[in-house]
């Protein structure tokens, strides 16, 4: 691939199960800004995207939301691409004249599903309303309350809203209230902390198990006696090893069998993805962004000569305030983890809380704020797919 860097964005419905992606891009040979070399940029993202990743390994069966420039749509750009998996992203820059709109009619005709971004309602866009799908609205550019009136402004039309850069659990509320359909932002990634919460049971043996599983000193003996205890993850971990994963020689005997054939990271990092899927009522959107980051720190670990398996631990417990609604450090005070530990997610401190922070600016695709020097574009980008097709492989795993 070349030096364009890929993401994604989760776009979710109103019950936050993932809706579709929006496609992400940059990169070093052109400028976004420029209206020549932001339809390159497409140009190349739809060559990366389709020819050299994959559509299907960046978005899976998901819908991809897709930016696209004047010259991208009158050149007609879109018509290489699947009218089923795709979604023309018209950018609020473009020049909205009748050779547009004749244009972005044949893609409708077509069955082509068109989005107006960054949206705002002047006499120029009107024409658009009457066969665009979807409308975004960018809910940081403008006070709530006026995001609000033009909801109410758009009702006549028959369009999806589509909520996005949503900050926080009130706006989406309010703004599904008031009639939004589909939300894009970290929201649901952001824990909705409500004073004097406490741990139920079921929540507090979870938390109990992860520290059991973390400790520097726990043995074989102790997990496979710890899983042997549970039907659940009895089955669920013999389902696993029997995955394409592993190439068993042998029949599984025991519990205590299998923890040592998989090894002690490898299992120490399952049951801590089956037990963070059990400490509370989130998404599956959430549990793929976890699963994303967390491989994501422990593939970068690699380059940077750090553990591996201390880094994906890392990355994933510093979700944890996300699942459980509480405070970070309340939540990280209750296992027995190492300090750094604690530093690298309170405080993005040493090599490993360089490396969380960079992930997390990836997420964001606030990508002026990277800071690992050594890790080229084209390893990030490749390091971020592989993320994604792993996250992809596991919760097929786990929701068995």
Same mark, same amino acid.
């Not at 070093?28 to 800004?33: A, E, S």
């Not at 004249?97 to 044949?106: P, V």
């Not at 409708?108 to 002047?122: E, K, M, P, Q």
């Not at 699942?323 to 450090?329: K, S």
């Given at each position: ?8 964005q ?6 936050l199960?993932?809706?579709a ?6 990169g ?6 420029d209206?020549?070399g ?6 190349q993202?739809?060559?990366? %995207? ?7 390994d ?5 819908k ?8 991208? !749509?009158?050149? @007609?750009? #879109?018509?290489h691409? #699947?009218k089923d ?11 909205v ?10 893609f409708?005709?077509?069955?082509? %599903? ?7 309602? %002047?006499p120029? $866009?009107v ?6 799908d =979807?409308v975004?609205?960018?809910?940081m550019?403008?006070?709530l309350?006026d995001?609000?009136t !033009? ?16 900050e926080?659990?009130a *706006?989406?509320?309010a703004l599904?209230?008031a009639?939004c359909e589909l939300?894009q932002g970290?929201?649901f990634?952001?824990?909705n902390?409500?004073?004097? +919460? ?11 198990l992860?520290?059991?599983i ?6 074989f003996?102790?997990l496979? %006696?710890t =899983?042997s205890?549970d039907?659940?993850l009895s089955f669920k971990?013999?389902h ?5 994963f592993f190439?068993?020689p042998?029949?599984? @005997? ?5 923890v ?7 299992? +120490? ?9 059990s ?5 599956n959107a959430?549990f793929r962004?976890?699963?994303t ?12 000569? *750090?553990?591996p398996?201390? !880094? ?6 510093s979700?944890? /305030?996300s ?7 309340e ?10 530990v ?8 040493g090599i490993?809380g ?8 990836? *997420? ?8 690992l020097?050594?890790i ?6 490749a390091?971020y797919i592989?993320s994604?097709? $792993?996250? /992809? ?8």
């Open positions: 691939m070349s030096d364009i860097l890929i993401g994604r989760q776009i979710l419905d109103s019950k199960n993932l809706y992606y929006e496609i992400l891009f940059r070093h040979d052109f400028d976004l800004k209206q020549e932001a339809a390159q940029a497409t140009n993202v739809i060559t990366d %995207t389709l020819l050299e990743i994959g559509l299907n960046i978005v899976g069966t998901s991809a939301f897709i930016n696209f420039t004047t010259q991208n !749509l009158l050149e @007609k750009t #879109p018509l691409l #699947p998996r795709i979604v023309i992203e018209v950018l609020e820059d473009v020049v004249n009748q050779d547009l709109i004749d244009t972005l009619k044949e409708s005709r077509l069955g082509y %599903t068109i989005a107006l971004d960054d949206f705002v309602l %002047t120029d $866009w024409p658009l309303l009457t066969f665009a =979807i975004k609205l960018d809910v550019a403008m006070p309350a995001t609000l !033009l909801i109410e402004q758009l009702k006549p039309y028959q369009v999806k809203l589509l909520a996005e850069k949503v926080s659990q *706006e989406y509320l599904k209230k009639g939300f970290f929201f990634s952001k824990p902390i409500v004073a004097g +919460k406490r741990l139920d049971i079921n929540q507090a043996a979870a938390i109990k992860l520290g059991l973390n400790d520097p000193e726990v043995d003996n102790q496979s %006696t =899983i205890q039907i659940g971990l013999l696993y090893i029997n995955s394409a190439a068993l042998n029949k599984i @005997k025991s519990i205590k069998h299998a040592t054939y998989l090894g002690l990271n490898e299992v +120490k990092r399952w049951i801590n993805i089956l037990t963070l899927t400490l509370a009522n989130k998404t959430l962004h976890i699963l980051r967390s491989r994501m720190c422990e593939l970068l670990a690699q380059q940077y000569h *750090e553990d398996a201390h !880094l994906f631990l890392i990355g994933m417990m979700c944890l /305030d699942l459980m609604d509480m405070p970070i450090a939540l990280l005070a209750q296992l027995p983890l190492t300090e750094d604690e530093r690298a997610i309170l405080h993005h401190e490993a360089e490396i969380l922070a960079y992930v997390i600016s990836y *997420e964001r695709w606030e990508l002026s704020s990277q800071r020097s050594r080229h574009p084209e390893n990030i980008g390091i592989q994604i097709n $792993w996250t /992809d492989d596991v919760l097929a795993d786990i929701n068995c």
